[in-house]
C-alpha cells in the first residue's frame, strides 16, 4: 500500500515538473522511489503537493517536507537542536508564495512559511494563536494568506502585522468550522470548500453560498483551471465544475473514495487525485478520459 501510493503522488509530481521551468527533462518514478528510502523524508503518506514560482516541487508529507528540483529530493526543516525538533510533522496543505516563498500549513504545528532569501522555515504565531489543524491555505493578491482549519473555521493572516484573524463564514445561519479548500479567483474572489460545500467571498467581503446539485456535501478541493472556471471535488468521491451560467455541475460518475486533489496539466488536461488512485478528465468537456486504481 505504501509504495503504491508513493508511486502514484510520484506520477503526479513529475507531470508538474515537466512543465516546470527549470527542469525539462524529470526523471522516471521508478527513479525517484529510491530518494524516499534512502533521503531523510517520509516514506507513506503524500498529503499535499505544490509548485513554487521557481519550477520547484514541494511535496508534504505525514513526517515532514520535502522539494524536488527535478532530479534530487531535499528535505524541508526549521530550526532545530534535534530531529524532531526539526521535523514540521504532517504537513497537510501548502500554498506557494508570490516572493518566491512558500506557505505550509501543518496538522499540529500551525503555520509556517519557508524565506527563499534565507533558505529557512518560519514558524508562524506562537502558542495558543498557532491554528490547528490546518487543512487549506491561499494567497491572495494582496499578500494576506487565508487559513482553512478543522475546528476553528476560517482564518486571515496578515503577515507585515503578524497577526491571525477569524474570517466569519455562515452557512445556513451558523457558523461553518470545517474548511477543507481554498482558491483565489482571477477576479480576486476567494472560493472555501467546507464541510456542508462551497461559498464565495467577494472583493467587497460579502459570503454567497452555492447549492450543489443532490444536496451537501464536503467540498475538498479546488482548481480554477486556464479559463477561470473553477472546479471543485467531494469527499464523497465526485469531481464538478461551474458552468458558463454560473451553476455547479457535477462531470462524471462518482469515484470510489474522496477526491483528494485538482490539477491542471499543460495540454489542459485536468488530473484528480483520488483515495484509491488518480483520474485525468478533459478540460474542456470534464469528461472521463483514463482511470488508474491502486
Not at 507531470?15 to 526523471?27: D, F, G, K, M, S
Not at 489543524?133 to 475546528?151: C, N, Q
Not at 457558523?175 to 476567494?190: C, F, K, N, Y
Request: charged share 20%.
Amino acid at each position: 500500500m505504501i509504495r503504491r501510493t508513493l508511486t502514484l503522488a510520484l506520477c503526479l509530481l513529475t507531470a508538474l515538473a515537466t512543465v516546470a521551468l527549470a527542469q525539462p527533462v524529470p526523471p522516471a518514478p521508478s527513479a525517484l522511489e529510491p530518494q524516499f528510502a534512502t533521503v531523510a523524508v517520509p516514506r507513506d503518506v503524500v498529503g499535499s503537493l505544490a509548485q513554487d514560482r521557481q519550477g520547484l516541487i514541494w511535496i508534504g508529507t505525514s513526517d515532514g517536507l520535502a522539494r524536488f528540483d527535478g532530479y534530487r529530493l531535499r528535505p524541508i526543516e526549521r530550526e532545530g537542536a534535534t530531529p524532531v525538533q526539526r521535523n514540521l510533522g504532517w504537513v497537510r496543505s501548502l500554498a506557494a508564495a508570490a516572493d518566491g516563498g512558500m506557505w505550509i500549513g501543518t496538522e499540529v504545528n500551525g503555520l509556517a512559511r519557508y524565506d527563499p532569501a534565507f533558505d529557512r522555515v518560519r514558524m508562524l504565531g506562537s502558542g495558543s494563536e498557532r491554528p490547528t489543524p490546518i487543512r487549506a491555505l491561499a494567497e491572495d493578491g494582496a499578500g494576506r494568506v487565508w487559513v482553512g482549519t478543522l475546528g476553528q473555521g476560517l482564518l486571515r493572516y496578515e503577515p507585515k502585522a503578524g497577526r491571525f484573524d477569524t474570517e466569519p463564514l455562515l452557512v445556513g445561519g451558523e457558523p461553518e468550522r470545517r474548511v477543507l479548500a481554498l482558491a483565489v479567483g482571477r477576479d480576486g474572489s476567494l472560493w472555501a470548500g467546507h464541510w456542508r460545500g462551497l461559498a464565495r467571498r467577494d472583493a467587497r467581503g460579502g459570503w454567497t453560498a452555492l447549492a450543489l446539485p443532490d444536496g451537501v456535501t464536503g467540498i475538498s478541493t479546488l482548481l480554477e483551471d486556464r479559463t477561470g472556471r473553477l472546479w471543485f471535488g467531494s469527499v464523497d468521491g465526485r469531481v464538478g465544475r461551474l458552468e458558463d451560467d454560473g451553476q455547479p455541475r457535477w462531470l462524471v460518475a462518482r469515484f470510489k473514495g474522496g477526491v483528494q486533489a485538482l490539477a491542471q496539466g499543460q495540454d489542459g488536461t485536468v488530473w484528480a487525485g483520488l483515495t484509491d488512485g488518480i483520474a485525468w478528465l478533459d478540460g474542456a468537456s470534464g469528461t472521463l478520459l483514463r482511470q488508474l486504481r491502486h
